[in-house]
């Protein structure tokens, strides 16, 4: 059965950083792609950045020169790291994985941006 489970979130000020992990199972993590979504209430879920199994990263461009994915295969885990957050970086932060036929989420992790 795979699992994804998220953490790091919390509240931080403008400017500050915040690394956020998802630890996965249940899978063949080497061989999948990653990705980091985050979603504000009332908006659709916004795909942040993507971890390919070639280890190509793609980024949002709301994140680019801010936000770094990176992937530890004998961890089983995949990071975002989030510098020079911004109060509209504000939102619950998921990992996701395409495995087989089916697409995994997390239970997300808050990140909170004051001004």
């Known amino acids: 059965q795979v699992r994804l489970v998220e953490s790091g979130g919390g509240l931080v000020q403008a400017g500050g950083s915040l690394r956020l992990s998802c630890l996965a199972s249940?899978?063949?993590?080497?061989?999948?792609?990653m990705e980091w979504y985050r979603q504000v209430p009332g908006s659709q879920r916004e795909l942040v950045a993507t971890?390919?199994?070639?280890?190509?990263?793609t980024y949002a461009d709301s994140v680019k020169g801010r936000f770094t994915i990176s992937k530890d295969n004998a961890k089983n885990t995949v990071y975002l790291q989030l510098n020079s957050l911004k109060p509209e970086d504000t939102a619950v932060y998921y990992c996701?994985?395409?495995?087989?036929?089916?697409?995994?989420w997390g239970q997300g992790t808050q990140v909170t941006v004051s001004s």
């Open positions: 996701n994985v395409l495995y087989g036929s089916y697409t995994y």
């Open positions: 249940g899978l063949r993590f080497n061989y999948v792609d």
């Open positions: 971890f390919t199994r070639d280890r190509t990263t």
